[in-house]
């Protein structure tokens, strides 16, 4: 008996042993409930902060981006959701061309009719390359599609009523900036450098993906352009115009500036002109770039990027697309603004 008490345990008791059970994060709904019970019980002390005239201030700049951006934002996760859900990927397979140096402007330009949101054209172009298109297409795609299509070009035309310039500017720069990087790639890019994606199916169905996508683009997307929306209320409102003036003034500090708060910010590309035109001290070079390097990399697409194709791709692919966006910007501001 001693000796069956002393027995160890052999490995298939030992991986029937349950696991301690994890910690249940804040849910959605629970944050919420903390949030409407911080704001009924600080409700005296918000009243007063936002009756100054700074805070009144802020409050309309903030709102006013985000009732212009939301609709596009909507529209364009809608498309996108669909688009995840509906059209199979066998279908981009057959219309991509087999020579990698055609088929990559042949991707940039199928970004122009496809929308996707940045959320969504990670994970499409993971699975164009797990189909067997030719990663420097399959990226080119991803740049291009939430850069180019036509809800950002509508969304850009009415953020810049009566500059149509400012459209044509991010069409071409996105499009020269994508290609290029399509390019780079099939030309120096590794096969090892990347971590094909595993394969994703929703067992509930195509309509069961496509809410699902909604749901998950537009908390994300919306999350980011509140967000994005504060900072540039903050920056027009809180920070004195004497601080910014010497850097938007500044030919490339300007440029460098929006493309940094770009990549910090993370906006979604259907709602970002809007918060572009809303900083009136930088100029239209300068606005570009924030428009162009934001839906090629930010801290949510680095992240998306890493988690998709590994680590190593990352920290190779996004200093490219950051270099490339600026490039771009900077030239067809010099020749279009």
Not at 247 to 256: E, N, S
């Amino acid at each position: 008996m001693s000796a069956e008490l002393a027995k160890p345990e052999t490995p298939a008791e030992t991986s029937a042993t349950p696991a301690p059970p994890r910690r249940r994060g804040l849910t959605s709904i629970e944050a919420l409930a903390l949030l409407l019970i911080f704001g009924l019980t600080a409700r005296p002390g918000l009243t007063e902060i936002f009756a100054a005239p700074a805070a009144q201030a802020w409050s309309a700049r903030f709102v006013a981006v985000c009732v212009q951006a939301f609709p596009f934002l909507v529209l364009g996760v809608v498309l996108s959701a669909a688009i995840a859900a509906f059209v199979p990927a066998g279908f981009f397979h057959k219309v991509v061309p087999k020579r990698t140096a055609l088929a990559v402007p042949v991707a940039g330009v199928a970004g122009a009719v496809l929308p996707a949101c940045e959320c969504a054209s990670v994970p499409v172009a993971g699975a164009l390359v797990r189909r067997g298109v030719a990663p420097a297409a399959a990226f080119t795609f991803m740049l291009a599609s939430p850069a180019i299509n036509p809800i950002v070009v509508v969304s850009t035309f009415v953020a810049f009523p009566g500059n149509p310039e400012m459209v044509y500017a991010r069409v071409a720069a996105s499009l020269a900036a994508a290609i290029g990087i399509g390019w780079l790639w099939a030309r120096l890019g590794k096969t090892e450098w990347l971590n094909l994606p595993k394969h994703r199916h929703h067992d509930d169905g195509k309509w069961a993906a496509f809410w699902s996508g909604i749901r998950h683009d537009f908390l994300h997307a919306g999350g980011y352009l509140v967000i994005g929306a504060a900072i540039a209320a903050s920056l027009n409102t809180l920070v004195p115009e004497t601080w910014l003036q010497p850097i938007a003034d500044h030919p490339v500090l300007g440029v460098l500036a929006l493309a940094v708060l770009a990549v910090l910010v993370s906006i979604c590309s259907e709602s970002d002109a809007f918060v572009a035109a809303s900083l009136t001290q930088f100029s239209p070079t300068a606005k570009l770039a924030f428009m162009v390097v934001g839906p090629f990399i930010d801290v949510k697409l680095a992240a998306m990027q890493a988690g998709t194709f590994g680590r190593r791709f990352a920290l190779r692919f996004a200093p490219a697309a950051f270099v490339a966006a600026v490039a771009a910007s900077a030239l067809m501001g010099v020749v279009l603004l």
